[in-house]
């Protein structure tokens, strides 16, 4: 960060900020950064401040703003680590577990391994009980409403790697999950890395089995990025505010059509076209398969939704 970017009250504070940071008083360089950080967000700022939340053992509030510049502590080994130590300090070992996997140095991926195995065992040994619940909660998580699935999927992902398979494997071909939960626990797994075959039931009721390592991403999709494209040229100018409400309800939609997006969008300008008619209130000339798809997958949005609100 050059200092050009601060203005001199700024430039003062992140001086203070520094000093208390090299006198070991990390609350003060927490406080002084904070204030900074709300007006000019930036890496190396970002990178002094969650580090001196973290010295002052706030690792909660640190998390949260590391998740800002998540991938710039994936430039150097040392940044790679320290991310890593504070995941693990909040047992977040499914996203910790998703970082190792896109390492690409093999030795630094078996230290990060390493540390991972390390803090999984530790929690184990002291929060059994609490593990316990979460993973109990998470494997019988379809016997509660969408908005609790929610829930018990985020705590889940706090599990040990090994308990997060066990259930994970069940849930999904439980046909009573919602779909938006299978797409969740695949994606993990696509994260991952996982080289061995899972079988889950899709949109369809139907059984398929696949390798997660060989699925692309939802946003590496070339269906959905189609989409997105025909969304951009046909709205982005035109109707902003259209265009960012239709952008996420693409994106859920699309979402609970992963891995076999093509399968449900053939015809991407069609999609999009009635999307935005539905939106404004008009007829659409899209197909009968495009409309029956869309109502099908709105209803599945609307239970999600419906169940957020009412609790």
């Given at each position: 960060m050059s200092k050009d970017t601060l203005n001199g009250r700024q430039r003062e504070l992140f001086d203070k900020a520094n000093q208390a940071y090299q006198d070991k008083d990390y609350a003060q360089a927490a406080s002084l950064l904070e204030n900074i950080y709300n007006e000019v967000q930036d890496p190396q700022i970002n990178?002094?401040?969650?580090e001196s939340l973290y010295l002052h053992e706030e690792y909660s509030r640190a998390r949260a703003y590391a998740?800002?510049?998540l991938n710039s502590y994936l430039t150097t080994a040392t940044d790679f680590r320290f991310l890593?130590?504070?995941?693990?300090?909040?047992?977040?070992?499914?996203?910790?577990h998703e970082i190792v996997a896109g390492v690409h140095d093999e030795k630094l991926k078996q230290t990060g391994l390493e540390m991972i195995e390390g803090a999984e065992n530790e929690a184990r040994m002291d929060t059994k009980a609490t593990l316990t619940t979460i993973a109990k909660q998470f494997y019988h998580?379809?016997?509660y409403s969408a908005a609790e699935q929610q829930g018990r999927f985020q705590a889940a992902l706090k599990l040990p790697l090994t308990e997060?398979?066990?259930?994970a494997q069940y849930l999904l071909v439980d046909p009573y999950l919602h779909p938006l939960f299978v797409v969740s626990i695949l994606?993990?797994?696509?994260?991952?890395?996982?080289?061995?075959?899972?079988?889950?039931?899709?949109l369809d009721k139907k059984r398929y089995t696949v390798?997660?390592?060989?699925?692309n991403s939802l946003q590496d999709d070339q269906m959905y990025k189609q989409v997105q494209q025909s969304l951009t040229e046909k709205l982005a100018a035109k109707d902003p505010v259209a265009y960012n409400l239709l952008s996420q309800e693409v994106r859920l939609q699309l979402t609970l059509t992963y891995p076999f997006v093509s399968r449900v969008v053939t015809d991407a300008d069609g999609w999009v076209?009635?999307?935005?008619?539905?939106?404004?209130g008009k007829p659409s000339n899209s197909s009968d398969e495009i409309a029956t798809w869309q109502s099908r997958l709105e209803k599945l949005t609307a239970e999600l939704l419906a169940n957020d609100n009412q609790g």
């Open positions: 990178h002094l401040l969650v998740d800002d510049y890593l130590t504070l995941l693990l300090r909040v047992h977040e070992f499914i996203l910790a998580m379809s016997d997060f398979k066990q259930g994606e993990v797994f696509q994260r991952l890395h996982e080289e061995t075959t899972v079988t889950f039931q899709w390798v997660p390592n060989q699925l076209d009635n999307l935005i008619a539905v939106y404004q």
